[in-house]
């Protein structure tokens, strides 16, 4: 069961990353020059995000059954270090960022992560404490 939830954890934390990465292809010319407002990309790309971070996030808890909260921060923190990684190894070298420019930018909002999986776990938990 745990070698299941690890493998799970790991494989939408992926996704988490490379929907969002995919989808915005979309604004971009085949210059690559971004085809709509900076700020506009960067609220779709947050909105795109959190829209697949909570499905996910949803579709985890579905078979967890105890540890929420254990479970809500392990799923937080993996899935920002997964995400701060493929940034670290794809993003930051075909963006021509540096690193303060980059968390200033991207890298803080994956913190969305671990703030919506811990509340769902924590609420989840609750539900469980209450019944």
Known sequence: MIMKSVKKNILYGLLVWIIPFLISFAFYSQNGELTIDKIFFKTIMI??????????????????????????????????????SLD??????????????YFTEIGLRYLNFPIISIAFAYSSNQKLVEK
């Open 88 to 101: 670290f190894i794809i993003l930051i070298p075909m963006a021509e960022m540096t690193t303060s420019n």
């Open 47 to 84: 909105i795109v995000g959190t829209l697949v971070g909570v499905f996910l996030i949803v579709k985890y808890f579905r078979t967890v059954e105890s540890n929420f909260l254990k479970e809500g921060i392990l799923l937080g923190i993996s899935w920002l270090l997964i995400n701060w």
